[in-house]
Nanobody
Framework: QVQVEESGGGLVQPGGSLRLSCVVSGKIFRNFGMGWYRQAPGNERELVAVVSDTGPITYGDSVKDRFTISLDTSKNALYLQMNSLRPEDTAVYFC??????????????WGQGTQVTVSS
């Protein structure tokens, strides 16, 4: 059974930093790419950053120059370094993976989310 699980959320003051991690468990034949999304109360889920296994990265406009996404395909692990955090970054952060397994083929998997709260 393939699963995606996030960790690293928490409470941080404005201007602070956090590093989120996401790990894929289960037997994966190929990882096509992974990404971070977030959802604040009353808002739709929005793109934070996505990275392809071939390299291209896309950031949401509101996090450019503050957040950095990185993918370690050897470990099937995804990271999000968040710097200069703002109260408006408060949300549940979700990890997803575009993954291929022999049992289920190519499929997008979502984690349960990790809460990030930016507040003084």
């Amino acid at each position: 059974q393939v699963q995606v699980e996030e960790s690293g959320g928490g409470l941080v003051q404005p201007g602070g930093s956090l590093r989120l991690s996401c790990v894929v468990s289960g037997k994966i034949f190929r990882n096509f790419g992974m990404g971070w999304y977030r959802q604040a109360p009353g808002n739709e889920r929005e793109l934070v950053a996505v990275v392809s296994d071939t390299g291209p990265i896309t950031y949401g406009d509101s996090v450019k120059d503050r957040f950095t996404i990185s993918l370690d395909t050897s470990k099937n692990a995804l990271y999000l370094q968040m710097n200069s955090l703002r109260p408006e970054d408060t949300a549940v952060y979700f990890c997803n993976g575009d993954l291929f397994s022999l049992l289920q083929g190519r499929k997008t998997y979502w984690g349960q989310g990790t809460q990030v709260t930016v507040s003084s």
